[in-house]
């Protein structure tokens, strides 16, 4: 026991006073010793509900800055901790600022994603000693001493385009009547480079004045595959002969690559690994017990590749204590200029659809606004695609199908131009299903979304209008409310339950589907639409993803009998965009008008008698939608 006391008490003692300048150069206060020999008191600035409620958090819409906090005097914040309820790449989205001292320029400008350890807009658990993050990330906390003498100020921008209707946060701090003389204030720093192409180092900051330098949180987006980490960094303070390193992991204190791990001083919370583009890593390396001190300058870059022969996307925060005024921040990259690659098509596709389900005008300008960030052709058409449905959605006609058909056939001109092997199967996003490792190119995925808008307002107009040339009628086994469709419209066996598939699964038509496993009995389900009038209709089927889904068939009865047609539901990436949450048509018949089951139906058979592959896997049946699309008479 006194040998973990000694340790204790050594690494304490090197915490405290270990962390300064020599007290030759010059003497402040050591990095985390602020505050514990002064007299004052703590205080916190909170969200806390001023009505004595328990809506204990504020709102920022997009495009608002919400002051969290402003403090007159002297005091030391000790810690801070943030969470929203929002959903996405916020780290990238929101921007954190704050003002020391009455000064006009920020000393602390970031994405809020990276001042808390984490980059490129992505939410991971941080375990270091100034920076932690739970809950898979989103529960964010700080514990830099962030001293001031007359005043601080802390601001949030919201530059995204989803309302955060649940910010909390809380801001601790040491209230005094004065503060130790010393000039030095806390500063974070964000910049990047998309692509770091420059011949010249990546730069992660610089400035002139007295201070030291306390380390950084650094991202990579690889822009092609191979390994990306054989830059040296480079630290230039005063005159004195630059800190030279040996690699990018080097300087991060891995060795032989990066992985993810994570200790108090050094760690990569992110690391998808580089054997492929668009792979992304983030990590931190913080000189707590070694900061590097300055007396007129400092410089710190690291070379992008080996002699800054790659162009990865590269974003960096860097943390250190200097005088005021510092060299003016290098203005802050647009919200789209921060997203870039992975992050930004899923940020795009994922925030376009959120929005949609509200054809309020304020979701219609953040929709709007979206489009000003969408870099890509499939992004654009989306967006446009769920504009023109939002506002179709209070009156819904064939000519708001038209426009959305439109944009669907857009967006299927740009996945028909991708390689074949690239168009279903490209490992960029990963599908909303419980199987991780089946993925689809992001084109692919914005279809699928575009595709269900657009079966939505099928439906809106054949609920709304009734049947007129063109109109169709959409028989869910769950409806648009989740709720079971009742008889006659639709019928099933016993043995058919909910899917495990989620409520807002692109694969869906509405807000779920039934399966049932139909290899252990014969199972069915009907759809039986009431036709407004007799004619030729065609007849479609959609279906749900499911792993270990097997073949099934459906039975169409119509006025010159009945049809059988098979249907395979298997579940494997070669069949991705072809089977599953796409309408398959299974021939166009006559029907009469009415209700009549003999005459006008669909039956589903889960059990269609034919040889199952796997067999030896008890599989799945999915029973969703049918869709009957009036052709004529």
Same mark, same amino acid.
């Given at each position: ?217 650094l991202s990579v987006e690889s822009t092609k595959p191979q390994w990306w980490g054989e830059g040296d960094e480079l630290i230039e303070a005063d005159d004195f002969e630059p800190i030279r390193g ?96 992975? !992050?930004?098509? +899923?940020?795009? &596709?994922? $925030? ?8 309020? /005008?304020?979701? @219609? *300008? ?12 499939d992004n654009i058409a989306l967006i446009k695609g769920l504009i023109d449905y939002n506002r179709a959605k209070d009156a819904p006609d064939n000519d708001s199908l038209k426009r959305l058909d ?10 028909? !131009?991708?390689? +074949?092997?690239? &168009?279903? $199967? ?8 419980? /199987?991780?490792? @089946? *993925? ?50 639709? !019928? ?6 909910? $899917? ?134």
């Amino acid at each position: 026991m006194a040998a973990v006391l000694k340790r204790f008490f050594l690494l304490g003692t090197l915490l405290l006073y270990g962390c300064g300048h020599f007290r030759a150069i010059h003497a402040p206060q050591p990095v985390f010793a602020w505050g514990w020999n002064l007299k004052g008191h703590a205080a916190r600035i909170s969200s806390w509900d001023k009505s004595d409620g328990n809506v204990d958090s504020i709102r920022i819409a997009p495009g608002e800055t919400a002051t969290l906090a402003e403090i007159q005097g002297a005091g030391i914040i000790r810690h801070i901790w943030m969470t929203t309820n929002a959903q996405g790449p916020i780290g990238r989205t929101l921007i954190i600022r704050m003002y020391w001292d009455g000064q006009a320029a920020p000393s602390v400008e970031a994405p809020l994603g990276d001042f808390f350890g984490v980059g490129l807009g992505m939410e991971a658990d941080v375990y270091s000693f100034p920076i932690t993050a739970i809950s898979r990330g989103r529960a964010r906390n700080c514990w830099w001493q962030m001293p001031f003498a007359k005043g601080a100020k802390i601001t949030v921008t919201n530059e995204g385009p989803q309302i955060h209707g649940a910010f909390y946060y809380h801001i601790d701090y040491l209230a005094l009547d004065e503060i130790p003389p010393s000039p030095e204030r806390f500063h974070a720093q964000y910049r990047q480079a998309y692509p770091a192409d420059s011949p010249e180092n990546y730069l992660i900051f610089e400035t002139k004045g007295t201070g030291r330098y306390l380390g950084c949180v650094l991202s990579v987006e690889s822009t092609k595959p191979q390994w990306w980490g054989e830059g040296d960094e480079l630290i230039e303070a005063d005159d004195f002969e630059p800190i030279r390193g040996t690699g990018t992991e080097d300087y991060f204190c891995d060795a032989w690559g990066m992985r993810a791990q994570q200790t108090l001083f050094h760690g990569s919370p992110v690391c998808e690994g580089y054997d492929a583009a668009g792979l992304r890593t983030s990590m931190y390396r913080f000189h707590i017990l070694d900061p590097i001190p300055f007396r007129k300058r400092l410089k710190v870059s690291i070379e992008h590749g080996t002699n800054n022969d790659r162009a990865d996307n590269l974003s960096s925060v860097a943390f250190w204590y200097q005088s005021l005024p510092s060299l003016a921040f290098p203005p802050m990259p647009s919200v789209g200029e921060r997203l870039s690659g992975k !992050e930004q098509a +899923e940020h795009i &596709r994922e $925030s376009a659809w959120q929005l949609s389900s509200d054809a309020a /005008d304020e979701k @219609l *300008v953040e929709l709007e606004r979206l489009i000003s960030v969408a870099k890509t052709p499939d992004n654009i058409a989306l967006i446009k695609g769920l504009i023109d449905y939002n506002r179709a959605k209070d009156a819904p006609d064939n000519d708001s199908l038209k426009r959305l058909d439109a944009h669907i056939e857009e967006l299927q001109k740009v996945i028909d !131009e991708l390689p +074949e092997q690239e &168009r279903y $199967s490209e490992p960029t996003t990963d599908l909303p299903t419980d /199987d991780d490792s @089946l *993925v689809l190119n992001p084109a692919a995925l914005s279809l699928r979304i575009l595709e269900r808008a657009r079966h939505d307002l099928g439906r809106r107009i054949a609920l709304r209008r009734g049947f007129s040339g063109g109109d169709e009628i959409i028989i869910e086994s769950r409806d648009a409310e989740g709720k079971l469709t009742p008889k006659p419209a639709y !019928e099933e066996t016993s043995d058919f339950t909910d $899917s495990y598939a989620k409520a807002d699964d692109t694969h869906l038509m509405g807000k779920g589907s039934r399966f049932t496993y139909g290899n252990k009995s014969p199972s069915w389900t009907r759809f039986t639409p009431d036709f407004p009038k007799r004619g030729r209709y065609e007849v479609l089927t959609i279906f749900s993803y499911g792993a270990n889904a097997g073949d099934t068939r459906y039975v169409v009865f119509h006025a010159d009998g009945a049809t059988t047609k098979p249907m395979a539901q298997k579940g494997r990436p070669e069949t991705l965009g072809r089977n599953h949450g796409q309408w398959h048509s299974l021939g166009t018949y006559r029907f009469e008008n009415g209700r009549n089951p003999e005459r006008g139906s669909v039956m589903f058979m889960a059990n269609p008698g034919l040889a199952i592959p796997n067999s030896k896997f008890e599989y799945r049946a999915y029973s969703d939608a049918i869709r009957f699309v009036y052709q004529g008479d």
